[in-house]
């Protein structure tokens, strides 16, 4: 399946609360080992729900390969 | 997607405030969520306990479909210094309720009062308590304004910003986070501190 064009970016003052992993469509992000949310570039499809969602306002939606 | 048991927690949530406006012994039954997420961060090593058993979490999410604005908090709430200021205050605040209780086990009257936001002396005097020591009792009043005091925070932050805006400061998460954080660290030098910006971004393959 082709890759979508833009993806999500978890900042690094993500508080791993979870609240991205219940939204995302993909199951794309979660979050690993109770530290940050961390996003599978390889499912992630963009939609920006979890940006959306985010209490803390980390998450930002990119062009993939701009992703750092 | 079909919901689980733990999606329904926020009843429980709400349980412990109706049993505690009825009693405030139950208020006791609070420490369940202090210890809790505490366990499954040093045992477990991860925020389980956020992510899926939170009742307030999912009572504020609840609330928020309502309720919230839906703003973008400010930059400083997520901030490191806020939220482990944030952390310090809120344990200073329980180790004086703890020192109040201590007071009343050493003699002094049990105060009859639910104390909300550290200022406001809410009376409570309906409350039948002389089934259990003074200081039992002293403790259920305190417990019971340190969760009146972050509930409400809770719910006006939801307001104001995200429903679960709450979940960025509240100490209990800073608390787990650092803990799997320091985890992190010393299994294998990992996500914390500095190297954190390596963990959450999108860094698998496919990009």
Known sequence: MALSKRLAQVGRECVACGTCMKVCPRAAIRVVSGVAARVDGALCVGCGKCAKICPADVIAIVERGTAG | ?207
């Open chain 2, 1 to 207: 997607m079909k919901k689980k048991w733990y999606d329904y927690l926020w009843i429980g949530e709400l349980l412990y405030w109706t049993l505690g406006l009825c009693n405030i012994l139950f208020a006791w039954l609070g420490m369940l969520f202090f210890t809790i997420p505490l366990l499954v961060a040093l045992i477990g090593g991860s925020k389980a306990y956020c992510h899926r058993y939170c009742g307030r979490g999912q009572l504020l999410g609840l609330l928020g479909k309502k309720l919230s604005r839906n703003a973008p908090p400010p930059k400083f709430l997520r901030s490191r210094w806020f939220r482990y200021g944030f952390l310090a205050f809120f344990m200073v605040m329980f180790g004086l309720m703890l020192r109040g209780t201590w007071m009343v086990f050493t003699g002094a009257p049990l105060r009859q009062t639910v104390t909300l936001l550290w200022v406001f002396k809410l009376p409570w005097q309906w409350a039948e308590v002389d089934m259990v020591a003074p200081w039992i009792a002293q403790f259920a009043f305190g417990f019971y304004g340190v969760m009146m005091t972050s509930t409400v925070l809770g719910l006006a932050t939801m307001a104001l910003f995200r429903p679960r805006s709450w979940c960025v400061y509240c100490p209990m998460g800073t608390m787990t986070q650092g803990i799997c954080m320091l985890k992190q660290k010393k299994e294998d030098g990992g996500c914390g501190g500095e190297s954190q910006k390596h963990c959450g971004a999108a860094e698998n393959s496919g990009q």
